[in-house]
């Protein structure tokens, strides 16, 4: 009985250490899959401004083109001047000539606010593109760590898978699936130890008998109130 018992509590330790080492896998994991999240989402930041950006400086370039065509429309008109004869029509081309000067104008204070907006859009390209690039720089420096971490990590478990699976074997299965089934159950504790007449696991007192019993050391006990393997520490 105290041969299986130890059995137990080893194998115990190292499916504890096996559960701690998936655990730092997972957390390693997240870490990565944290970092590039932020970098995916800064990413889609920078080209959802570069799309803006070029849309806007595809209507300032619209503008440009609207302004040399007022241009040439007010220079092609001022042109005929020489050549009217009638006061009405010198009047009437004296207007178109303020009606284009005012359309250039307002063309001009239009081209002048979207420059505006085309600065202000490429200071927030240039600022998220520089924290995509040290979002990036972050990540890469941290995959290769985490990976290395990973391989380490990984040769531990397996190491400890080996040794696990020798002193598996040693352990009749019938008493190895309820130990596997307890840990499950129990949070990684299915082996624990009596002190002072209670299982340290849950705490609680066991009946005289069992106790008696288990002092006896005849075969192995199982806590009545949270079903754990019981042993006790001997002198």
């Not at 001022?78 to 104008?105: C, F, G, H, N, W």
């Not at 307002?106 to 200071?123: P, Y």
């Not at 699936?177 to 705490?203: E, M, P, S």
């Amino acid at each position: 009985m105290h041969e299986k018992m130890n059995l137990l509590r080893e194998l115990q330790e190292i499916d504890q250490e096996l559960a701690e080492i998936i655990a730092i896998r997972t957390r390693h994991e997240s870490e990565l899959q944290g970092l590039t999240a932020d970098k995916e989402r800064i990413q889609a930041m920078v080209d959802e401004l570069s799309a803006q950006l070029d849309e806007l400086q595809k209507e300032e370039a619209q503008l440009q083109q609207e302004l040399l065509g007022e241009k040439d429309q007010i220079e092609k008109v001022e042109a005929r001047l020489p050549e009217i004869q009638t006061q009405k029509e010198y009047v009437a081309v004296l207007k178109e000539i303020d009606m284009a000067k005012k359309a250039s104008i307002e063309t001009l204070a239009k081209t002048a606010e979207k420059e505006k907006e085309i600065a202000e859009l490429q200071a927030d390209l240039d600022e998220k593109q520089t924290e995509l690039a040290a979002i990036s720089e972050k990540s890469e420096a941290r995959q290769a760590e985490v990976t290395e971490l990973l391989k380490e990590n990984d040769g531990k478990a397996e190491a400890r898978q080996s040794t696990r699976d020798s002193l598996a074997k040693d352990l009749p299965k019938p008493l190895l699936r309820k130990y596997q089934q307890i840990f499950a159950r129990r949070g990684g504790l299915a082996v624990t130890r009596v002190a002072d007449g209670a299982c340290l696991g849950c705490n609680m007192q066991l009946p005289p008998q069992q106790y008696n019993q288990l002092h006896r050391g005849t075969e192995l006990q199982s806590c009545p109130h949270c079903n754990r393997l019981l042993y006790m520490e001997r002198a």
